[in-house]
Nanobody, 120 residues
Framework: QVQLVESGGGLVQAGGSLRLSCAAS?????????IGWYRQAPGQPREFVAT???????NYADSVKGRFTISRDNTKNTAYLQMNNLKPEAAAVYYC?????????????WGQGTQVTVSS
């Protein structure tokens, strides 16, 4: 079973930076895959933050463009989310999601989340 472990969350002042990591293990063979970051604040639905394909193509939510950078190291099966100039509204539990595409199949896996707290 695929395992995703997020780390790097914590408490930071507004304007500060954090770098989240998502380490994946037990990944089956696949035609393609993508890793995404999502976040969920209390009482709010989970929302998309950023995603990166195996080939390195990225996509960001408008609210984080220019401040967050998603990257991945395929040799380490790890994805990162560099978050700069954090705003109080960025406080949430951040989850990584791995989408694995096979022959006519797609499987989604989620990590357990890491808490990000931004003080104003």
């Amino acid at each position: 079973q695929v395992q995703l472990v997020e780390s790097g969350g914590g408490l930071v002042q507004a304007g500060g930076s954090l770098r989240l990591s998502c380490a994946a293990s037990r990944i089956p063979f696949s035609i393609d895959d993508a890793i995404g970051w999502y976040r969920q604040a209390p009482g709010q639905p989970r929302e998309f933050v950023a995603t990166i394909s195996r080939g390195g193509s990225t996509n960001y939510a408008d609210s984080v463009k220019g401040r967050f950078t998603i990257s991945r190291d395929n040799t380490k099966n790890t994805a990162y989310l560099q978050m700069n100039n954090l705003k109080p509204e960025a406080a949430a539990v951040y989850y990584c999601k791995l989408v694995i595409v096979g022959l006519g199949t797609r499987e989604d896996y989620w990590g357990q989340g890491t808490q990000v707290t931004v003080s104003s």
